[in-house]
């Protein structure tokens, strides 16, 4: 299976295929996320959490993004990738906002471009989209907004609030976007906006009836032991088997089980040659 374009996206949504997408911000987390046979790779701004060990993802810059797209790019050459516009890259203006999407392009050759919020980006989603650039929209829980929002909380629980959202969404695929991710909403709307659009409509923590699923590597491979998101399911617990490795390896190292002999390199002359060779030095 090639590597998809925004147009199999869309051709997925029509006939009904779940798209799978995932995070990653490294090299061997990409190659392993494109030998799985993952649609898409997200290289979040999460990466501020999960990676660089932030409270939250103010922090990141645009060039830690690049980098880890750079990565990325790197480990998982044949995967559709999409860079994570972080907080500051685009609210000054339409026009910084296009600057930095070039950026991932030109320096990353990523495929597409997320940023965070509805009516009050559709300006900065129109205009890069007429740069020539996918756009994701992403709406609900924004991480880059979530002192606004009173911190990590569901959103879109009540019908005003749903309204609004729904609103967001409209403006979202008017704008321009290709596509549309959703955070931490309930079901009963992720349903009703995935129907409304006609781009492909995502869901992380918002519920099955969309048009397919992204989940944060480190949740989901237990590896970011800071908290767990309701909405994510474990498939593994990475940070217990790294920790009892390292226990492991200290107690060898200690009781001198390691290196053994098949560690070590071994002298191609003779011991006598190199205890002259020692002695020489003494």
Known sequence: MGKKSILDLHKMKKAGEKATWVTAYDFPMAQFAQ??????????????MVTLG??????VTMEDCISHCQAVKRGASKTFIIGDMPFGAYHESDAQAVYNAVRFLKEANVDAIKLEGGLRVESRIKAISDAGI????HIGLTPQSAGQLGGFKAQGLYVDSARELIEDAIAIEKAGALALLLEAVPPELTEFISNKLSIPVYSIGAGLPCDGQLIICGDMLGMFQAFTPKFVKKYANVAEIITNAFKEYIEDVKTEKFPEDKHVYHIKD???DFEKLFDEFK
């Open 35 to 48: 030998d799985a046979g993952i649609d898409m790779i997200l290289v979040g701004d999460s990466l501020g």
């Open 54 to 59: 932030y409270q939250g993802t103010v922090q």
């Open 134 to 137: 996918v756009v994701f929209g």
């Open 270 to 272: 003779s011991l006598e």
